[in-house]
């Protein structure tokens, strides 16, 4: 499996609940991330996943694009979460590779309006 196809299966299998499984098969021991709602080491992201899971078990991670450089990967992601009161969400997601291990993770992410003046939408 190459890193794009290991990036966006790690949002898949994060993003409908098998955060375990995701991380046991894509995730270094010294995963660091630079999520700002939380501690920066593997285990509090791996926890925030999990609960987010709970609260959204509908949710669904519909990666539009995914762009690889070296030891980087980039996705753009809808994440459709399943509730109609809550909007979905464009992600960026960039993921550093150790070999075929994520050893670093940025995310930055904005709700997508339902009625933006932006005739391209978000995607």
Known sequence: MDRKEAAVSFLT???T??????YARFIAPGFVHHNTYFRGDRESLRSAMAQAHERSPNKLVDVKRVVAEG???VTHSRIVRGDPAEPDIAVVHVFRFDGDKVVE???VGQPVAADS???NGAF
């Open 117 to 119: 003046p932006n005739e």
């Open 105 to 107: 993770l940025w995310d």
């Open 71 to 73: 030891d980087l990967v």
């Open 13 to 15: 299998l994060a993003g």
């Open 17 to 22: 609940g098998r955060v375990d499984e995701a």
